[in-house]
């Protein structure tokens, strides 16, 4: 078991930067598939990107070039630095953790879930 905080979520303009952090608490971070997924109104829940065991990494199309997901395991964080937001990236965010090997960007396969911390871009 695991819980997971996030935080680092705030107001930016497009083009400017955001950089969201999650902390695993009870279990190592590197134990787990670590995904940030993101949602809005009206719309499903996003596997924006993640982090294997392996530090093998995978991002949405949408976001390729723009955020970079890390681990940390002397402070067992996992980050995601969002560069050149846009509107379209206003969303509410979360951080997961899966300990078995299903499709990173399906939430139902991730058992742990962070409370969700958002993020608003104006044009």
């Known amino acids: 078991q695991v819980q997971l905080v996030e935080s680092g979520g705030g107001s930016v303009q497009a083009g400017g930067s955001l950089r969201l952090s999650c902390v695993a608490a009870?279990?190592?971070?590197?134990?787990?598939?670590m995904g940030w997924f993101r949602q809005t109104l009206g719309k499903e829940r996003e596997g924006v990107a993640a982090?294997?065991?392996?530090?093998?990494?995978r991002y949405a199309d949408s976001v390729k070039g723009r955020f970079t997901i890390s681990r940390d395991d002397n402070e067992n964080t996992v980050t995601l630095q969002m560069n050149n937001l846009q509107p379209e990236d206003a969303a509410m965010y979360y951080c997961?953790?899966?300990?078995?090997?299903?499709?990173?960007?399906?939430?139902?396969?991730?058992?742990?879930w962070g409370q969700g911390t958002r993020d608003t871009v104006s044009s």
């Open positions: 982090i294997y065991p392996s530090e093998t990494i």
């Open positions: 997961a953790a899966q300990p078995g090997s299903g499709s990173w960007t399906n939430p139902a396969d991730y058992n742990y």
């Open positions: 009870g279990n190592r971070a590197s134990r787990f598939c």
